[in-house]
């Protein structure tokens, strides 16, 4: 019986090394820092741009406008969309009051202006009537690109997302899950060092199997292929799903081994110091 | 028993894991599959 309440403290231990690992690298996602491993590559950086640009030689070429007019609004987006869209993931994660829609491309005053540059196109002039210029200038082409840059940076449908966090948002404020996630990675730990007390003896083997089990448990995750999902749906979003997943790939698996190897060593030192008192 | 057979004891641990595992992949793999796909679809702009 008692060998039993060892067995079953020592398996809860491995579970909450698991939670508090789960846990950690949860908190890990929501920082900045993850936003910009998922949007560094420059193979991503050149396929948002790339998208971007034909955006705007579609609309240039649509409402025949001067080759170059679109140029100054669309030059170096994707990278300068991207970084506002990293600040805007470390903000709403830190910052309980931040705003929680993505960020746009242009403000008010960049979208007049480009507005203003439009209607006073030639080519443009040449081909619209006078009456419709100001409502084309601004939905048909500057509200068009301030779209198409926002969704060749994060592909993702702007109103869901809102949503999804504004609603996430009402029950518990964004920042307030994030250190929830963390003091719970830390309670976690406490308890399963406890845990390891009950199970006597067991501290290397608990490790030893939180870190077989961690690396286990990316099985199901790699069965799902999020990226060969996404591949259906986007070609910019299964490059940023293959960059998240090597990023919390290189953290999961090197807990794992963190595990193993602290595991290994207790053991060791344990059997060094059988051997002297022998 | 750690002492004497470390790896036995490991295994040990990581047996029921690995078996709710298994069997939570076998049982609500392709249901899990499909919702998540069903979640990316709705997220994802094509």
């Known amino acids: 019986m008692k060998g039993l309440m060892r067995y079953l403290a020592a398996v809860l231990a491995v579970l909450c090394l698991m939670g508090a690992a789960v846990l950690a690298v949860f908190c890990c996602v929501t920082t900045e820092r993850f936003a910009l491993e998922v949007g560094e590559t420059r193979m991503l950086r050149d396929l ?89 200038a601004r939905d048909e082409v500057a509200y068009a690109i301030d779209v198409a840059v926002c969704e060749a940076v994060t592909p993702l449908r702007r109103s869901v997302t809102e949503m999804l966090l504004t609603a996430a948002q009402e029950v518990v404020p964004l920042p307030m899950i994030r250190q929830a996630a963390l003091i719970g990675a830390g309670v976690l730990t406490v308890l399963a060092v406890l845990l390891m007390l009950l199970a006597h003896r067991a501290a290397g083997s608990i490790f030893m199997a939180a870190g077989l089990m961690q690396a286990a448990l990316s099985v199901p995750v790699i069965l799902l292929d999020i990226p060969g999902m996404l591949a259906q749906l986007s070609n910019i979003a299964v490059l940023q799903g293959q960059n998240a997943l090597a990023c919390l790939g290189i953290l999961w698996y090197g807990a794992a081994a963190a595990m193993l190897v602290l595991g290994l060593l207790i053991i060791g030192v344990k059997k060094a110091i059988g051997r002297d008192e022998e | 028993m750690q002492d004497r057979h470390p790896l036995l004891c490991t295994l040990a641990l990581c047996a029921p894991l690995a078996a709710l595992m298994a069997a939570g992949i076998y049982l609500a793999g392709p249901t899990v599959k499909n919702a998540i796909f069903a979640a990316l679809k709705l997220v994802v702009i094509r």
């Open chain 1, 48 to 136: 948002q741009q790339q998208r971007i640009d034909q955006a705007a030689a579609e609309m240039t070429e649509r409402w025949q406008l001067s080759p170059e007019l679109l140029t100054p609004w669309t030059q170096d987006a994707a990278r300068l969309q991207s970084l506002a869209a990293v600040a805007w993931w470390g903000d709403i994660w830190s910052d309980a009051e931040a705003d929680l829609a993505m960020p746009s491309w242009l403000t008010p005053q960049q979208e007049a202006e480009l507005v203003a540059a439009i209607r006073a196109d030639e080519g443009f002039i040449a081909l619209t009537q006078e009456t419709q210029r100001r409502a084309i």
